[in-house]
């Protein structure tokens, strides 16, 4: 009489458990898509990130169109497919990187006690959002959308930012 072996659970169980179990320290960012996040520039955005920005490891989110870097309340968060902004009253600087590359970003700092600040692409659709925290990067919160210079030049500039001495 034949015995019977035992059943083995099938390779990919396995390999899926193994990644579930080694994963366990993993944390998803949890950042909301913006409404354009489909775009397919937003799909050419993530794929080109850097792995690094200002110290931090770039983390899984839970989002189309979103990265971060860095994990919970600290991440620097990456947001492709927000609302373009319309002309604002708002801070709206050109930042140039060292090889004389410019984004404009409307920069919000309102003091308010979060201690965020949040860059919004001015004159590209779709638009990028990108927050970062103070906690992180201190006084140099520019440096990191200075980094993401060449990132978000692949999606093309439609308007620049204005000051009172560029209107008549």
């Keep these: 009489m034949r015995r019977a072996l035992p059943r083995l659970p099938a390779l990919p169980a396995l390999l899926a458990g193994a ?5 366990s320290a993993c944390a998803t960012v949890r950042v909301p898509a913006g409404e354009d996040a489909a775009d397919p520039a937003c799909a050419q955005i993530v794929q080109d990130a850097p792995e690094q920005l200002e110290g931090q490891s770039r983390h899984a989110t839970s989002s189309q169109g979103t990265l971060a870097w860095g994990s919970g309340d600290e991440a620097i968060v990456l947001r492709c497919g927000v609302a373009p902004p319309g002309p604002t009253t708002q801070m709206c600087t050109t930042l140039t ?16 006690s979060d201690g965020i600040v ?3 692409t001015y004159g590209r659709t779709p638009a990028i959002d990108l927050t970062v925290p103070r906690e992180v990067v201190g006084d140099q919160a ?27």
């Design 19 to 23: 990644l579930v179990l080694g994963c």
């Design 97 to 112: 990187d060292a090889d004389g590359t410019g984004v404009d970003w409307i920069i919000d700092e309102d003091g308010s």
């Design 118 to 120: 949040r860059f919004t």
């Design 142 to 168: 520019s440096a990191a959308a200075l980094d993401l210079t060449d990132l978000v030049t692949s999606i093309p500039a439609e308007r620049h930012c204005l000051g009172a001495d560029d209107v008549q």
